[in-house]
């Protein structure tokens, strides 16, 4: 049974750091890709930004989080992190991570459609 839990999130001043992270279990690292998503407040599923993605061949990070926010895995700990740095407001949202089969690619991993599961995701709030 395919399973995600995204953990780590909470309330943070700006400027400060939070790292996420997504335990994966059902499945290994090897033979997919882990996205991460966020979705803000008010906005519908559909509307899930893609942030960053990681596979055995390839990984992306969005322009407007690169320099800040990086992703990474623990093949060992079946488990992919996504450090963030210099938080801000405009980064209020819940944090979700997914898969896809089996690379990020270059066009497809921003878009929530091509993900097949999804965890519960994990609110994190930058607020002074």
């Known amino acids: 049974q395919v399973q995600l839990v995204e953990s780590g999130g909470g309330l943070v001043q700006p400027g400060g750091s939070l790292r996420l992270s997504c335990a994966v279990s059902?499945?290994?690292?090897?033979?997919?890709?882990v996205g991460w998503f966020r979705q803000a407040p008010g906005r519908e599923r559909r509307e899930r930004q893609g942030i960053a993605c990681i596979s055995d061949t390839d990984g992306h990070t969005a322009d407007s989080v690169k320099g800040r926010f990086t992703i990474s895995r623990d093949k060992a700990k079946n488990t992919v992190y996504l450090q963030m740095n210099s938080l801000q407001p405009e980064d209020t949202a819940v944090y979700y991570c997914?898969?896809?089969?089996?690379?990020?690619?270059?066009?497809?991993?921003?878009?929530?459609?091509?993900?097949?599961?999804w965890g519960q995701g994990t609110q994190v709030t930058v607020s002074s």
């Open positions: 997914a898969i896809r089969d089996p690379t990020c690619s270059a066009y497809g991993w921003k878009y929530y459609y091509e993900y097949n599961y």
């Open positions: 059902g499945f290994t690292l090897d033979s997919y890709a």
